[in-house]
């Protein structure tokens, strides 16, 4: 040391004084977020007038409509980009119309041939026109049996005809047509078809962002009547809170299959209309009818009465009708069998007792993207008659193997969106490994019927035979609540869980 | 120092292969594959089983890491298997959200954490002193989905400044309000991260008060205010910048819960979204880059805690 230390000086500590380090951080932080919130106030979102935004909760895995089946594939691209022979008339859920076919086809007699004429001066989004060769290259790739579970072979007979033979007469040949096995692709196209898409639809694909949004946009040369939108833009949000966030700040128009929960915070809203669409999904408890002790039909049926179906549906805020079968009312086969193993836990307990099965305790597999409202509650009502409900929540993949591949579980919860799909019961490699011969062959005839009355005769009965025989409890058909904006006119209201037809829609700012 | 940077580097190259064998072995774990998500419940087992085919995943998995791991070695992460985009476009896309969510976010949690740190420690054993500490205890046991929805009530609902959800389509085109979509969200994860650092910010400025050169600095008649701010603080800069590497994991991490709470199109959104559907290469590629970035974050703050701290210069070696 040199110099001498000083004198300690004693003065009192300054409270006053605040470092500038902090100073600095705290005003750059503050300038950061004035900036952004000025340069924002001036650019407030600018869509144009007929733009039509709607949100979805689901984002489809791939655009390809040749593997790809999942609903919002469906419900963005068929009926808005690709078209078929026959398609789905809008609002409906099974009215099957002629679509790029000019009318129905002729049927031989002996109900194997199928031929469709072909529309005039139909073209293709990137102006190729829309020619026989188009539709047999399409129908050849995908009305395969391992799509559609039997053969069809479609041929050209003209230059504006097409033919499809069948080896054996199947009347669910048209409802294949007018889904994804039906979607008529350009036979010369190149484009990615996982990420991109060419159809001859009242719209064509723009851009996909993956993760955020989906945009169509009008066709200018559709061959029917104009889309009455310039464009569509299709949001993605998983998340409900953000969905309802964003219907609050008007960045939606429409948003498709709200939670149930979330009902409320829109309920009164004047800007929004809360519409319930009729749909075909059935939210089915399946059991595993193959392995014991479910492979007793005395406990399925014991456990199908100890389900309140009715406190089931208040628990999603009213969105969902009471079902006693596979078969909604909207689907061919339809008859009220809501009576059948209704809500009765007396008669529940006595079966298990005369089962022999007092004391069982059972596993549920739900998927985590469905809420657990329903499941808890199945928990509570399974307990009354006696019986121990595990809920075991998996991610889809793991759903889709362990409980659609491999059949191992006991109990398993989902929507079955599909509509008519009772093909499901009548195949015994099915998740559920129900085997009835009877309801088998009453299927097998109701599907080579050439009269649909016949048809809708059989297929009633089967469901009866079902549903007397629990491979499942169907806990209620889903009827989910569509948010539409008071400006949008048009928006269907039946069906928009599987497809959503943009066509008629428009929107009045 | 040339010695210090190709050791750090081996390291790094050495953790970062680990790292990549970690990941694609754990993601073979996973119930489920592409081809049954792809499928749904409606194709056949024929159907699924041409699709696995047609996507290589009946490979043997040594040659799926080696096709892998060959492809990153040449700078191509590969593609989706469901879409076939590839991976380097979409990840390059998602960033621009989620990086400048995790920097504001950082500038956010070093706002908070620095002066309430300092202060907090400063005015140890007084009331207010003691209320600053609780509340950043508080702070970072709350969850950031619920700090979330608060954020979004005040910020959104009440004061109407923010969106509370999504990012423009047109991405930063509008910076003014690409950035307004952003506040809130970085607000969560910023204010969370701020907690977590206040309390080392707090230990180390106490561990400084109590050091011999502030006590010498005061002995010789500096305040304490003064001998903290210039003999104290410089010791604590050096503390946070250190840990600042493991944080930038912790953003990460907050950006998949919050980019999924407000409906933002980043990195961590692709990344649930990517595994519920069982895209693999393209899950696998995304952890590799991410893994990459925080373990060369790690080395970069290594060094550069080399560079300012005297004590551990060359010539101190």
Known sequence: ?509 | MTRFLLARTGVLAVGWLLASLVIFGTLRLLPGDVAQVIGGTKASPERIAALRQQLGLDQPLLLQYTDWIGGVLRGDLGASVVTGTPILSELAEKAEVTIPLALLSLVIALAVAFPMGVFAAYRRGTGVGQTVSALGLVAAAIPAVWAGLLITIVGSTWLGWFPSQGFPREGWADPGRALRSLALPALTIGLGEGAVLFRFVRSATLSALDAEHVRTAMSQGSTRLRALLTQGLPGVGLSIVSILGLQAAALLVGAVVVEQLFGLPGLGSMLVSDVSTRDLPKVQSTLLVLTGFILVIGAVVDVVHRLIDPRLRDGAE
Do not use: C
């Open chain 1, 1 to 509: 040391m040199t110099e001498p230390n000083p004198a300690p000086e004693y003065q009192k500590r300054s409270r006053s004084k605040t470092p500038l380090i902090v100073a600095v951080i705290v005003v750059v932080v503050i300038a950061i977020v004035v900036a952004a919130f000025a340069l924002g106030r001036g650019a407030q979102e600018e869509t144009a007038d007929d733009e039509l935004t709607v949100g979805l909760v689901l984002e489809p895995t791939s655009l390809d409509v040749r593997t790809n089946t999942g609903v919002a594939t469906s419900q963005i691209l068929l009926d808005n980009v690709y078209e078929g022979l026959v398609g789905i008339r809008a609002g409906t859920v099974a009215e099957l119309e002629p679509v790029l076919a000019t009318d129905m086809p002729e049927l031989s007699d002996d109900g194997l041939e199928y031929t469709f004429t072909l529309r005039d001066g139909v073209a293709f989004h990137d102006g190729a026109e829309l020619t026989a060769d188009d539709v047999v290259a399409s129908l050849a790739e995908t009305l395969v049996p391992e799509n559609i579970g039997f053969a069809a072979t479609p041929a050209k007979v003209d230059d504006r005809t097409v033919k499809i033979t069948l080896d054996e007469p199947n009347n669910t040949l048209l409802w294949q047509l007018a889904n994804f096995p039906g979607a008529i692709r350009e036979a010369d196209a190149t484009n990615n078809l996982a990420d991109s898409a060419i159809g001859t639809g009242p719209f064509a694909f723009e851009q996909w962002k993956q993760g955020d949004s989906l945009t169509l946009v009008k066709n200018d040369d559709y061959w029917g009547d104009a889309a009455k939108l310039d464009s569509v833009v299709f949001r993605f949000l998983p998340e409900g809170r953000a969905a309802v966030n964003a219907l609050q700040e008007g960045d939606l128009d429409v948003f498709t299959a709200l939670e149930p929960e979330l009902r409320d915070e829109l309920q009164g809203d004047d800007d929004f209309a809360l519409v319930r669409a009729d749909s075909s999904d059935v939210f089915t408890l399946g059991f595993n009818t193959a392995e014991a002790p479910l492979d007793d039909q005395r406990v399925r049926t014991a456990l199908s009465r100890a389900i309140d179906t009715d406190a089931l549906i208040s628990a999603q805020n009213g969105d969902g009708k009471p079902l006693g079968s596979p078969i909604t009312e909207l689907e061919p086969g339809y008859r009220d069998l809501t009576d059948v193993n209704a809500f009765d836990p007396d008669s529940a307990r006595a079966l298990l007792a005369e089962a022999g099965q007092q004391d069982l305790s059972l596993e549920l597999t739900v998927p985590n993207i469905y809420p657990t409202t329903v499941a808890d509650l199945l928990k509570s009502q399974l307990a009354d008659v006696g019986v121990t409900l595990g809920i075991r929540q998996v991610d889809f993949p793991t759903w889709l193997e362990q409980v659609y591949t491999n059949h191992d579980f006991d109990l398993s919860y989902v929507d079955h969106a599909e509509a008519r799909d009772f093909a499901n019961y009548a195949n015994p490699d099915y998740y559920f490994g129900y085997d009835s011969p009877e309801v088998q062959e009453l299927f097998a005839k109701a599907i080579a019927a050439t009269d649909d009355a016949e048809a809708d005769r059989l297929l009633q009965e089967a469901a009866a035979r079902v549903a007397e025989d629990a491979p499942a409890k169907w806990l209620f058909n889903y009827t989910p609540t569509n948010v539409v904006g008071t400006q949008v006119q048009g928006f269907p209201d039946a069906n928009t869980n599987s497809r959503i037809n943009l066509g008629d829609v428009s929107i009045q700012r």
